[in-house]
């Protein structure tokens, strides 16, 4: 098969050995990657044309590819994309924040001349990628590829960052877990102590204690401590360094500090939950990342996930919303795209809705709760392993699991926060089911710089179990 890659192995080196395995049965036509951080000797794949991270999402091709060819687009085809013009023109804030709509358009019509032109010219039996599409390039890619028919390839993370699960659409999720969950994940009744170790350890962990260490906080500590963060600021400066903007932004920055702050405005704004008052917990995303855009498609603006919810309360029940903990310290308390000026008084100015304090646990939070709801978020996955329901607007990789009631409006909202007033709940049996079918399907390794820390015995190997899950799911249908 003819392959695309996008991005494999560019934090992990042992990822290279995968894409030399796979080129014994297989020909990569194209790999975009990041050329800086782990070494490569172009010369072991001939044939293969590779395209810089950076260069992609700058819209800038590889010198190889003679783009005269590739022709705009005309305005049918272009209005058959229009829900993803949406995501993309979201997705722009992360990278060009202060373009104007019609720059941003220009930008996207030229993605869809050169990624349609790349997979016609090419003409790659599968697109592979390393994570679900998140950046600019790879979620017209993605889209157009699936459009045209042809396979793609998505890899992701779970509970653990070291265990990975594929799919052929992020909407869609995993097939296995998807069919399990429509004859109620069948088979033999399952113990804790059949599942594997790990598993069993996450399981109790979440399940059990009362207050345990969200997993994506452990992941943002060990990257955010004080020296990696002003690192990463003082690298930031760098651009306006060069283009002599830094005085102009610096004069800027003074008087932004004379104003009030992202984290005092919401501290003006919050109110101490009442536990023993029936509500929903709506914990907020940290923004911009994967988990919201492509994966919280339209829910991308959180606001509307509030309003949505908010609208479909049974009587006397309230919106419980907080915001993410890292939202603040990395962005360094400035106002984004997400986190635009009126924001916060946005949200607490919709009835039945509640700001609570960033130090609430979220765990109480999620205890105390009629259910949980968000997006994508962590919390969803932690509540349904807590005995709460969760309801879920986007698409993350345990959207077919037991509790996860999917909305998408407030007609889906009011009939399932109904059903949750009746007493529905996570079936226990269930999702110890779900928990023994989900770790015959995962696999160990890691994509991401900070998951080679929890790294255990079987990711010693992981370029052949990636290489494996790759080939299983080529010759899938």
Same mark, same amino acid.
């Given at each position: ?212 260490? *969200? ?6 500590? /060990?990257? %955010? &401590? ?6 990463? $600021? #003082? ?115 919709? *009835? ?6 960033? /130090?609430? %646990? &979220? ?6 709760? $009629? #259910? ?106």
């Amino acid at each position: 098969m003819r392959l695309l890659i996008d991005q494999l192995a560019d934090i992990n080196a042992e990822h290279i050995r995968t894409a030399k395995e796979l080129c014994k049965k297989h020909e990569i036509v194209y790999w975009i990657r990041i050329e800086e951080v782990v070494p490569l000797d172009k010369s072991a794949f001939p044939g293969t044309i590779f395209h810089n991270y950076h260069d992609a999402i700058n819209g800038v091709a590889p010198k190889e590819i003679d783009t005269s060819a590739f022709e705009p687009w005309g305005r049918d085809e272009i209005i058959a994309f229009s829900d993803l013009e949406t995501e993309f023109l979201s997705m722009m804030d992360k990278w060009h924040p202060d373009w104007p709509v019609n720059e941003r358009k220009d930008f996207y019509f030229d993605s869809l001349r050169y990624w349609g032109g790349i997979l016609q010219s090419l003409a790659p039996d599968c697109v592979i990628f390393n994570a679900p599409p998140h950046q600019m390039f790879n979620l017209v890619l993605y889209a157009i590829a699936k459009r045209r028919g042809i396979k793609t390839v998505i890899l992701d993370v779970t509970f653990r960052h070291d265990r990975i699960i594929s799919s052929s659409d992020y909407r869609f999720g995993n097939k296995i877990l998807y069919d399990a969950q429509k004859d109620g994940y069948g088979g033999p009744r399952v113990s804790i102590e059949d599942l594997p170790a790990y598993v069993q350890e996450h399981y109790r962990t979440v399940s059990g204690e009362p207050n345990p260490t *969200p997993a994506y906080l452990t992941e943002f500590k /060990s990257a %955010s &401590t004080p020296l990696k963060n002003l690192w990463r $600021r #003082a690298k930031s400066l760098v651009p306006y360094i060069k283009d002599g903007s830094i005085f102009e932004r610096g004069t800027k920055r003074f008087f932004k500090m004379l104003k009030p702050s992202l984290e005092e405005i919401y501290k003006k704004l919050e109110r101490t939950p009442d536990f023993d008052k029936p509500y929903v917990y709506l914990p907020l995303h940290y923004q911009p990342e994967c988990t919201t855009s492509p994966q919280g498609g339209i829910y991308v603006e959180q606001i509307l996930m509030v309003k949505t919810l908010a609208a479909a309360l049974p009587k006397g029940w309230e919106l419980y919303v907080k915001e993410h903990p890292a939202q603040w310290p990395s962005h360094w308390g400035d106002f984004t795209p997400q986190r635009y000026e009126g924001f916060y008084e946005g949200v607490a100015r919709i *009835p039945n809705v509640r700001l609570v304090p960033v /130090s609430t %646990s &979220t765990f109480a939070l999620c205890d105390h709760a $009629r #259910a949980s709801a968000t997006a994508t978020g962590t919390a969803a996955w932690e509540s349904v392993i807590r005995g709460k329901p969760a309801l879920i607007f986007g698409y993350p990789w345990f959207m077919h699991a037991p509790g996860i009631l999917r909305v998408a409006s407030v007609e889906d909202c009011r009939a399932a926060l109904q059903k949750v007033k009746e007493g529905y709940a996570p079936d226990k049996t269930q999702m110890l089911k779900f928990l023994a079918l989900l770790a015959k399907i995962v696999f160990p390794s890691t994509l991401s710089l900070s998951a080679d820390q929890v790294k255990d015995a079987e990711g010693e190997d992981q370029w052949e179990s990636m290489y494996r899950a790759i080939e299983d799911a080529l010759a899938s249908k």
